[in-house]
C-alpha cells in the first residue's frame, strides 16, 4: 500500500494539513485586508459626511446674514424716507424765506443740496432692498412666505446670550475636526491619543460670553501665535499596519496629523476672535447710540434756533447731516454686531446648544457620533 493511502496515512495527512492550513492563511488575510479596506472607506464616507454638514451649516449662516442684511437695508430705506421727508420741508421753509428776503440763495441751495443727497441715497437702498431679497429667495430655493414677522434691527434681540463656562469639548462636533478626525482614522490613528495631545481642554467663556482667561491664554499678546504645546504620551498611530513602512504611508499620515493640529488651531482662534468681537461690539454698540442720542438734542436745538432766526439755515443742515450720518452707522454696526454673532456660531460648529426631545441644554458632552 502505497504510503499516501496506509493507515497511518501520514503522507495523506500532512498534504491535507498543508492544504487547510493554507486556505485557511489566505483567508484571515483576505478577510483582514477587506474589513481594513471597509474601515478605511467608511472613514472617508465619514470625512465627506462632515464635509457637507459644514456646508449645511455655511447655508444657515448665509441666510441668517442674507435675512439679516436684508432687514438692515429696509431700516436704512426707511430712516432715508424720514430724513427726505425732513430735508424737503427744510427746502420749503428756505424757499419761503428766500421769496420774503430773509434767507440767501445761496441758504436755498445749500438746501436743495441736502435734498438731492437724500434722493439718491432713498434710490441706493430701494435697489439694495430689492437685490437682497433675491439673494435670501435664492439661498432658501423658495419664495419668502407672505406672513414673514416684521423685524427690527436694533429693537430686539435676535440671538440668545451664550452661558459662562462653556468647555472647549464643544468644538469637537466642528465638522472640519470630525473631518479631519475621521481622516486620522482612515490612516489607522488613535483618534483618543490624536485629542489627548492636540486639543486642549478648557473653559471658552467667562461671565456675560466673554472668553476665558484660558482660550486668552492660548495665543501669544499682539502676534497671536498658538502657545498651546502638545504633548504626545502614546502613539497616535497604531502599530502593526503594514503601510507603515512605506515612506508615502509616513508622509500621508503626517500630513493628516498637521492638517489635524490645523483644524484645531483655526477652531480656537476663530472662537477667541468671535467671543472678542462680542465684548468690543457692545461697547461700540452703546457709544454709538449715546452718539445718536447726543446728535438728536443737537437738532432739536438747532431747528428751534433757525426757526426764531437765531442761527442760519447752515446750522440747521449740519445738525439735519449730522443726525442721518449717525443713524445709518448705528444701523450698519448693529448689523456688524449680528454678523460677528453667526460667525461665532458657524465657530462653535453650528451653535452652543444641543437639542435633545422638547428641551434644549448646553453641550458639555461629546458629540453624539462616537469616534473611538
Known sequence: MPADQSQTGQAG????????????????DLFGRVRSLSEQ???????SEEARRSTQISLVASVANAYMTWQADKELLKLTQ???????????????SNEVGVSSALDLSQSRTAVESARAKLAQYERLVAQDQNSLVLLLGTSLPDN??????????????????????????RPDILEAEHTLKAANANIGAARAAFFPSISLTASAGTSSSELSGLFKGGSGAWLFQPSINIPIFNAGNLRASLDYSKIQKEISVANY???????????????????????????QRDFVAANQDYYRLAERRYRIGIDSNLT??????????????????????????????????????ERTGQTETISKEKPSVQLF
Open 13 to 28: 495527512i500532512t498534504s491535507s494539513y498543508s492544504a487547510t492550513l493554507g486556505i485557511s492563511s489566505y483567508e484571515l
Open 41 to 47: 472607506a467608511l472613514e472617508t464616507y465619514f470625512s
Open 82 to 96: 424720514d430724513t427726505l421727508k425732513t430735508y424737503e420741508e427744510s427746502y420749503r421753509l428756505t424757499s419761503r
Open 148 to 173: 414673514l414677522p416684521a423685524s427690527h434691527l436694533l429693537d430686539s434681540d435676535m440671538l440668545t446670550e451664550m452661558p459662562a463656562g462653556l468647555p472647549s469639548d464643544l468644538l469637537q462636533r
Open 261 to 287: 493640529e490645523k483644524a484645531i488651531q483655526t477652531a480656537f482662534q476663530e472662537v477667541s476672535d468671535g467671543l472678542a468681537s462680542r465684548k468690543t461690539y457692545d461697547e461700540q454698540l452703546q457709544a
Open 316 to 353: 440747521f443742515l449740519d445738525a439735519q447731516r449730522s443726525l442721518f450720518s449717525a443713524q445709518q452707522t448705528l444701523i450698519t454696526d448693529r448689523l456688524s454686531q449680528l454678523t460677528s454673532e453667526v460667525n461665532l456660531y458657524k465657530a462653535l460648529g453650528g451653535g452652543w446648544y
